[in-house]
């Protein structure tokens, strides 16, 4: 299996500009997980799917943030519009219940 | 409050030389805790995984403790080397019923000098 993908891994884009941001799970995964990190504050849970059902959202800054998780094998989160607060490192990851979580090597987005 | 708290913030050691990097969590329930490796640029891979009946596991030149009474971890790297410079974190699952998810530490930011 490749691990988690994401893509794009980098992207540059103008304030209130859209922005989506994908990730693939490892197939057979059911919960999946979109982080954010930065230099001030560390990893953030935004939000997290369970067998592609929202369950905690309560991480998203606000209502310009969006996920969606349309079916196992896909989801996007989707900026709009954007900010440059909002220049991070994405994550996306995947676990199946147990103890292991596997993380994608990140989106970084930049905001100018 | 759930928190995982984390130290040293940051660490710089030569190389081959040994550090210990601390963890103390407040989360409850708790199943288990993990410790990730992070370079730089790079997403978190995990280093370990303690439960709550192990006290000690080791990987390599990485050896984890958990003393699950006093809700303390630690991670040992014995003869450091200059690929071991990445931030180390500490993280706890926080379950609910629909699930878990994991509460991070702020890490601890490693750098081995020759």
């Known amino acids: 299996d490749a691990g988690v993908i994401q893509s794009p891994r980098h992207e540059v884009t103008e304030m209130g500009q859209e922005v989506t941001l994908r990730c693939k799970p490892i197939?057979?995964?059911?919960?999946l997980f979109w982080y954010r990190q930065t230099m001030m504050r560390g990893l953030e849970l935004l939000i997290y799917?369970?067998?592609?059902?929202?369950?905690?959202d309560s991480g998203m800054p606000e209502d310009r943030f969006s996920a969606k998780m349309p079916n196992a094998s896909f989801s996007t989160l989707k900026i709009q519009p954007s900010e440059p607060r909002d220049s991070a490192v994405y994550f996306c990851?995947?676990?199946?219940?147990?103890?292991?979580?596997?993380f994608g090597q990140g989106t970084r987005l930049t905001v100018v | 409050k759930n928190q995982v708290e984390q130290s040293p913030q940051s660490l710089i050691i030569l190389e081959g030389k040994n550090c210990t990097l601390q963890?103390?969590?407040?989360?409850?329930?708790?199943?288990?805790l993990r410790w990730y490796k992070q370079d730089t640029g790079r997403g978190p891979v995990s280093l370990t995984i303690?439960?709550?009946?192990?006290n000690t596991k080791s990987n390599g030149r990485y050896t984890a403790t958990l003393d699950a009474d006093t809700k303390q971890s630690s991670l040992h790297i014995t003869a450091s080397q200059l690929s071991d410079s990445a931030s180390y974190i500490c993280?706890?699952?926080?379950?609910?019923?629909?699930?878990?998810?994991?509460?991070f530490g702020e890490g601890t930011q490693l750098t081995v000098n020759p």
């Open positions: 993280v706890v699952p926080i379950q609910e019923t629909s699930g878990s998810r994991l509460t």
């Open positions: 197939s057979g995964h059911n919960s």
């Open positions: 303690m439960t709550f009946s192990e």
């Open positions: 799917f369970n067998n592609n059902v929202p369950i905690d």
């Open positions: 990851a995947s676990s199946f219940w147990g103890p292991e979580a596997f």
């Open positions: 963890c103390n969590y407040t989360v409850s329930p708790f199943s288990n």
